[in-house]
C-alpha cells in the first residue's frame, strides 16, 4: 500500500510541477487525479493513466499510448479512455504539459455540453434572452442544438450577412452561452481566442474583421 501510495505522489509532484492546483482522491478502485474539480487521469496498479477522446484519443494511439485494461471493480469509469502514455510523451515536459490540459479542456466541454443538453430554447442560455433567440430563428437557427452545431462564428456571419446590425457584443454573448458562463466571466485570453476565431471565419467568407 505504501508503494502505491508513493507513485501517487510521485505522479501528483509532477503534473502540480507541470499545471498546479492537481489534487488526488480515492476511487473505489485506484485514484484521481483533478485540476479544479475536474478528473483528467487515474491511477490504477501504479500505473497513470491520462484522460482522453477522439482526436486527443487518437493522437496518442499514434504515439504508442495504450488504453487502461478493463476492470470489474471500476464498471463506473469508462476505462477505455484512459491511456497510458509512453516515456517519449511524458518526458517532454512541454508535450506532456499541452496533453494534460488539452485532456482537462476535454472534460470542460463535455460538462458544458452535458448542462447545455438540459436546455432546448435558446433564450434559456445564459446571456441570451427571447430577443436574441427572435433574431437567430430568422436566420434558421431554432434551437440550442442547432446553434452548437453552427457556432458562434456562423451565426454572427449569417446574421451578418442577411443584414442585421450585430455587433461584436451579439456574438460575445453567443460564445459566453455557448460555454454556460455569464459574459462577465468569460477571461480575457478566451475573448481573445475567439475573436481570433471569429477574423479566420470572416477572412474565408471575404468580409472585413473585426477589432476587439
Request: proline share 2%; charged share 25%.
Amino acid at each position: 500500500m505504501n508503494t502505491i501510495r508513493s507513485h501517487v505522489d510521485l505522479t501528483a509532484k509532477q503534473l502540480n510541477r507541470l499545471i498546479g492546483g492537481v489534487t488526488v482522491n480515492s476511487l473505489f478502485s485506484g485514484y484521481g487525479f483533478y485540476q479544479a474539480g475536474h478528473m483528467f487521469g487515474i491511477m490504477q496498479n501504479s500505473i497513470f493513466y491520462l484522460r482522453a477522446e477522439d482526436e486527443l484519443a487518437r493522437l496518442l494511439e499514434r504515439h504508442g499510448a495504450l488504453p487502461c485494461p478493463y476492470s470489474r471493480s471500476n464498471l463506473a469509469l469508462s476505462l477505455s479512455r484512459y491511456y497510458h502514455l509512453p516515456a517519449k510523451l511524458t518526458e517532454d515536459d512541454a508535450l506532456y504539459k499541452s496533453l494534460i490540459l488539452q485532456s482537462i479542456e476535454q472534460v470542460k466541454q463535455q460538462k458544458i455540453d452535458f448542462q447545455l443538453a438540459k436546455k432546448t430554447r435558446i433564450k434559456e442560455l445564459c446571456n441570451l434572452s427571447i430577443k436574441h433567440e427572435r433574431l437567430l430563428v430568422k436566420i434558421n437557427i431554432h434551437d440550442v442544438i442547432q446553434l452548437q452545431k453552427i457556432g458562434a462564428e456562423m451565426a454572427y456571419i449569417r446574421a451578418k450577412k442577411q443584414g442585421f446590425s450585430v455587433t461584436l457584443d451579439f456574438y460575445w454573448n453567443l460564445v459566453a452561452a455557448l460555454k454556460n458562463l455569464p459574459i462577465s466571466l468569460l477571461p480575457a485570453e478566451k475573448k481573445a481566442e475567439a475573436l481570433a476565431k471569429l477574423n479566420d471565419y470572416l477572412r474565408k467568407e471575404g468580409m472585413r474583421s473585426e477589432k476587439g
